[in-house]
């Protein structure tokens, strides 16, 4: 009958979450290719030449998943994320190529000349801005440091890099063969917010490239604005997923009985179970002894919303609207932390990391020679700690061991018996630990044999009080007349890095700003004198942010570098390459903007971000000066050609980036996660940075053109004036030549 009642419950399965992660990416994917067809439709207004373009999106995964399993790769979550990112950008090439063609065809031109000229004169930009995404990749994936940086890098851009190049196949083969064979004579009407758009976009176009030092001012405001952002949004490398429960850890004083500390973890219980509906308390797990004890809370783990879900809840919270949600793991353990009255010797403590050590939110490291002095420095350190209101819990490693016995020999007495201490030391540990000697031998085998007090005679303090030693006159003297006896809680862990001992002191905080709470950490531990040889770390958690900042700077170094080499191919100079570069800052800027408006911390996902949208945001500006200089050797003045340029490329460029955030909205929005890691962060990294650099490099860019190109006007007249000096200096006479 027990039996019958008794309930089993799965708490954790992992396969659960990677089914979950895998039915949000599909969803997600889906959701992408009909907000990419939307844009186009809007812009286009032609349904059958929308659905054309949106094929280039099935057609380009297909390719990059042919090739990924001829590789021998899998389509897990990883590859299905850098899938995902794919599905607004493959449609770019595309529309850049059908738009020229539909331009072709309205200046005149018949359909199969139309189709030919409009794919072959945006066939080297469109290359090259293909190019430039992909080489962002690159750099992380062949170079970076970062382990864990160059493992999603490879994992996510090679699907990328397939899906890109099959786009531009697609793009300069079947988008031409396709407008060549697609008729419409129906008359379109361009949206009017377009037309608004377009004209505004021209005044302001003219204004800034008349007035080039006030246009500098507003961008340099513009670009400064980062700081602010930068400072204020989170920074974190916490990749923790899946986690839906969290300790709580009592430490208990030495004269409770067992009683005693059921009646503290019943208490702790009751507290939790008092508010079971509004934590979303799935089970408890208890354990205790006389002077330890400790509680599990399983929480229903969070479902999963849809990207719509979470633009109601959003909006619903921001107006007033209460929308009955769960409360959070976090906002949970706040409360538990808050509602557990203070019992005096009572301290507890909570977690919810399954590693411990420097796992934890806040890890200092303490090291030197003497583990008791260590222990001392440890108790301040942790004062300080403590002070730090976002920090829920402090614990050493001390704190993780059990009582123990310590034995201090009084060296005056053992003098006075004549007793070496070395003595004692060897008998204490050759009686309760045991000694090893020589194995024994026999004509079969070796016989391991061990020396040490049977068990009944090493099971009290008494028995090992009464462990006696003879003094120089031969007289049995206890080890209670040598020593003393203490005792007392002992360390869980002795660690040893580079020949120095060292005690880990461990923070949980529910802060997402680690940042920050390093910031605070400094400031606490600010005067803190440690002795000779005795020094303080932030821990090997501080060391890994650090790393991947150092591998994202050095990411977007290196990315930025390629695409510059990039574009010196194209546009065959050194300097026209940087008006396009400036793209890349000011989409920095509508990234850190993006993140900061949405509370998003910068993790790995939205550093991974950061990589990618270099290879992007340069793509339109590409394009841009790409036709600037057509239009040049055509013969138009260079304020012309811009003015014409922003004119033509306006709304494909609108297209182009619209596609890629429509493809990206369900990633960005919601909180599915990919083995509970989150990759909203990347998605709204994305958006922010793509949207932001879209509207200030349609100025910013050809403003950037003009400064370029008469700084390269500018050293071509030195140049050309040195040499056509040296040219003319030999047929000079020879006493001007010297100078007579």
Do not use: C
């Amino acid at each position: 009958d027990v039996y019958k009642r008794q309930e089993v419950d799965i708490l954790f399965n992992q396969g659960d979450f990677i089914k979950e992660s895998i039915d949000n990416l599909k969803n997600a994917a889906v959701w992408g290719g009909v907000f990419a067809f939307l844009v186009i439709y809007f812009f286009l207004r032609r349904f059958r030449m929308s659905i054309l373009l949106n094929l280039a999106i099935p057609l380009s995964i297909m390719v990059s998943m042919t090739v990924l399993y001829f590789i021998g790769w899998t389509m897990n979550l990883i590859t299905m994320v850098g899938l995902m990112i794919s599905i607004g950008m493959v449609v770019d090439n595309s529309i850049v190529v059908l738009e020229n063609i539909y331009r072709r065809r309205t200046e005149g031109m018949d359909r199969k000349k139309a189709a030919g000229v409009g794919a072959s004169e945006v066939s080297l930009a469109i290359t090259m801005a293909t190019f430039t995404s992909i080489v962002v990749f690159l750099p992380l994936i062949l170079m970076s440091s970062d382990a864990g940086f160059k493992f999603y890098m490879l994992r996510i851009g090679l699907p990328v890099i397939f899906a890109l190049l099959a786009s531009l196949v697609v793009a300069m083969i079947f988008i031409p063969l396709a407008a060549n064979k697609i008729v419409s004579k129906k008359q379109v009407k361009e949206p009017e917010i377009i037309k608004k758009l377009d004209t505004i976009y021209q005044k302001i176009l003219a204004w800034s490239l008349g007035h080039r030092l006030e246009t500098f001012i507003i961008l340099i405001m513009i670009f400064y604005s980062m700081m602010f952002a930068i400072e204020n949004v989170a920074s974190t490398e916490s990749l923790e997923g899946n986690i839906n429960d969290f300790h709580l850890r009592m430490e208990l004083p030495d004269n409770y009985t067992l009683e005693d500390a059921g009646r503290i973890v019943k208490m702790v219980e009751d507290t939790i179970m008092s508010k079971a509906d509004l934590y979303q308390v799935r089970a408890l797990d208890a354990g205790y002894r006389e002077t330890f004890a400790r509680v599990r809370v399983f929480l229903i783990p969070e479902e999963t919303k849809a990207w719509y879900q979470a633009i109601i809840e959003g909006t619903a919270e921001f107006i007033g609207i209460d929308m009955n949600i769960p409360m959070s793991r976090d906002s949970v353990i706040e409360d538990v932390k808050r509602r557990i009255p203070e019992m005096p010797g009572v301290k507890i403590r909570t977690s919810w990391r399954r590693q411990s050590g420097d796992e934890s939110s806040i890890a200092l490291s303490l090291y030197g020679d003497d583990t008791r002095k260590l222990a001392e420095l440890s108790e301040e350190v942790e004062r300080r700690l403590s002070g730090i209101p976002e920090i829920v819990s402090v614990e050493t490693d001390r704190e993780k061991g059990e009582n123990e016995i310590q034995v201090i020999v009084n060296r005056e007495q053992a003098k006075k018996y004549g007793i070496n201490p070395r003595t004692i030391s060897g008998t204490v540990m050759y009686a309760l630990r045991g000694i090893q000697l020589p194995k024994y031998q026999t004509e079969n085998k070796e016989i391991d044999m061990t020396i040490q007090l049977k068990e009944e005679d090493r099971e009290t303090l008494q028995q090992l009080k009464n462990i006696t030693f003879f003094s120089t006159n031969g007289k049995e003297i206890p080890l209670a007349a040598v020593a003393d006896f203490f005792i007392k809680k002992g360390f869980g862990e002795i660690h040893r890095e580079d020949g120095k001992t060292y005690l880990s002191i461990q923070a949980n905080t529910t802060e997402k700003n680690l940042g920050m709470i390093y910031a605070k950490v400094d400031k606490a531990m600010a005067g803190f004198e440690m002795p000779y040889g005795y020094k303080w770390t932030k821990g090997q958690r501080f060391n890994r942010m650090e790393e991947s900042d150092d591998s994202m700077f050095f990411g977007i170094i290196m990315s930025i570098t390629f695409v510059f080499l990039l574009m010196g191919i194209l546009f065959e100079s050194f300097v026209l390459p940087l008006s396009v570069i400036i793209a890349v800052p000011f989409s920095f800027v509508g990234a850190y903007w993006m993140l900061y408006i949405t509370d998003t911390p910068l993790d790995l996902m939205s550093r991974i971000g950061f990589i990618i949208l270099i290879g992007i945001v340069v793509n339109n500006s590409i394009v841009l000066i790409d036709l600037v200089n057509r239009l040049r050797k055509e013969g138009f003045a260079r304020f012309d050609a811009l003015m014409e340029a922003g004119y033509k490329r306006f709304r494909p460029i609108l297209m182009t980036a619209f596609t890629t955030i429509g493809g990206l909205i369900p990633m960005a929005v919601g909180n599915a996660k990919m083995i509970g890691m989150s990759y909203a962060p990347m998605g709204r990294t994305i958006i922010g940075g793509l949207i932001f650099s879209t509207f200030v490099s349609l100025v910013a860019v050809p403003w950037a053109y003009t400064i370029f190109d008469d700084m390269r006007n500018y050293f071509k007249r030195i140049v050309g004036g040195i040499l056509l000096r040296k040219k003319k200096l030999p047929d000079m006479p020879a006493d001007i030549i010297a100078g007579k």
